[in-house]
């Protein structure tokens, strides 16, 4: 891709601490761009329009990447929803608000498969949305993403923005968020694999039977998706989102099986099915991207041995003990 590709001016990523605003960071600082504008949290409080409002006053950015969230897996979707939709629509509504308002050329907004109903057609059709009931565990965040896709789609509407909405796969790599309540299930089994690895268990147990299907991509993939978007076509091009993934899924049984391999823990796999499993299988339609010119690269076996090494360096090396890896038993 060409760097004259993207509309000359700053370029705001929002969220570039997080998993995925890393990764299109350090995709856009690979390619060479340098007029790249972060701000913290502490700097910066998307969740406040004054602040967000005179933040774009000052920069005026070209572009903006939409990748700040709240996120998190089941348990904490299912324990705070009302933060989850609250934070969310907040964070989205003043920062394409202020997009418009400071004359953004492009904006890309970045959603979650899981604004699909549970038991949407498999694979994912863009237009599946809005047809059926969503999967009630992450029902918060997912009406605050499809808020975030129709905002964007009336400001084009009402106002002839360019605003582009993508739709990602489960993700995961490095920077990701490994906390045993917080996290999604990919890093969930990489942390209690090591753990259990290192405490020489003989098993470990993992939420739900192990049935259900997902897709995970890496976040370096989706950065890659993200910039090809951005410089490639514009929101009347598409409709009003565009799924990004990798075209295949596995079972939990299997990508457990997959994480234990990688992390060298030879114990017993148990599946506690008294857990809930979500959506029993989640596959998104990735037609409308390939069309478009654009796959993924990165094979999950390899992409899951990079995140093992993310984790370890930041986590598992050389005191796992004292990075309080042993005192959380498998969730």
């Known amino acids: 891709m060409n760097k004259a590709s993207l509309p000359e001016g700053p370029i705001y990523v929002a969220g570039h601490r997080g998993l995925v605003g890393s990764a299109i960071l350090r995709q856009l600082q690979q390619q060479g761009y340098r007029d790249i504008v972060t701000a913290t949290h502490q700097e910066l409080d998307l969740g406040v329009s004054a602040q967000v409002l005179a933040f774009f006053a000052e920069i005026r950015p070209a572009c903006v990447f939409l990748a700040a969230a709240r996120v998190g897996g089941i348990w904490a979707n299912s324990r705070f929803p009302a933060d989850f939709i609250r934070e969310n629509l907040a964070i989205q509504s003043n920062v394409i608000e202020a997009a418009y308002r400071f004359s953004a050329r492009k904006l890309l907004f970045l959603g979650s498969s899981c604004i699909y109903p549970k038991l949407a ?75 259990a690895k290192q405490a020489g268990s003989r098993e470990l147990v993992v939420w739900g039977s192990g049935t259900p299907r997902r897709e995970f991509m890496h976040a370096d993939d989706l950065a890659g998706a993200c910039l090809f978007a951005m410089s490639r076509f514009d929101a009347g091009d598409v409709g009003e989102c565009v799924n990004v993934g990798v075209g295949a899924d596995q079972s939990i049984r299997e990508l457990a099986e997959l994480v234990v391999r990688i992390v060298g823990f030879e114990g017993r ?10 959506t029993p299988r989640k596959l998104l339609d990735v037609s409308v991207m390939r069309r478009l010119g654009w796959t993924a690269r990165i094979g999950l076996e390899q992409g899951i041995a990079q995140a093992y090494e993310d984790f370890l360096s930041r986590f598992g090396r050389p005191h796992a003990a004292d990075a309080g890896l042993r005192s959380t038993p498998p969730r």
């Open 121 to 195: 057609p498999q694979p994912i059709t863009e237009d599946a949305l809005l047809s059926g009931p969503l999967e009630p565990t992450n029902e918060a965040y997912a009406i605050a993403k499809i808020a975030g896709i129709k905002t964007c789609s009336a400001y084009n509407r009402q106002y002839g923005t360019n605003f582009l909405s993508l739709m990602p796969t489960n993700l995961y790599g490095p920077g990701d968020n490994y906390d045993p309540q917080t996290s999604h299930v990919l890093p969930a089994l990489i942390r209690r694999a090591h753990e």
């Open 269 to 278: 796999l148990v599946f506690d099915a008294s857990k809930p499993d979500g």
